[in-house]
């Protein structure tokens, strides 16, 4: 739904400057009319299907997205790897790490 609203809000748009850009004096004096107006409107209208349809991709992580796995299992040694990079304060005694709220955590 939000994808149609900013494909329709994106052909208005396109619609609106191509009609401002006519100017004033193209309608006085003569009447005639050889379907302009239909053609800049059919014009504007794909126009802003195709700006629309960009804006909005279907899927942003083509190539499968990333994924999250967390932290690995504690006592093993891709853990101890991760936990004394990411704490400084990191006991491998102990997995406790000293937090800025000046208590020990259990490195997760």
């Not at 239909?38 to 994924?67: E, R, W």
């Amino acid at each position: 739904m939000k994808r149609t609203w900013k494909t329709l809000a994106a052909a208005g748009l396109i619609v609106a400057v191509g009609a401002a850009a006519v100017p004033a004096s193209a309608n006085a004096g003569w009447n005639h009319n050889n379907g302009a107006a239909a053609a800049a409107g059919f014009i504007g209208l794909a126009a802003g299907a195709i700006i629309g349809s960009t804006m909005a991709q279907a899927n942003p992580y083509p190539y499968g997205g990333t994924y999250y796995y967390g932290p690995p299992a504690p006592w093993s040694p891709a853990w101890y790897s991760y936990c004394s990079a990411k704490y400084n304060s990191f006991n491998p005694n102990t997995g406790y790490f000293y937090g800025y709220d000046g208590r020990y955590h259990f490195c997760r």
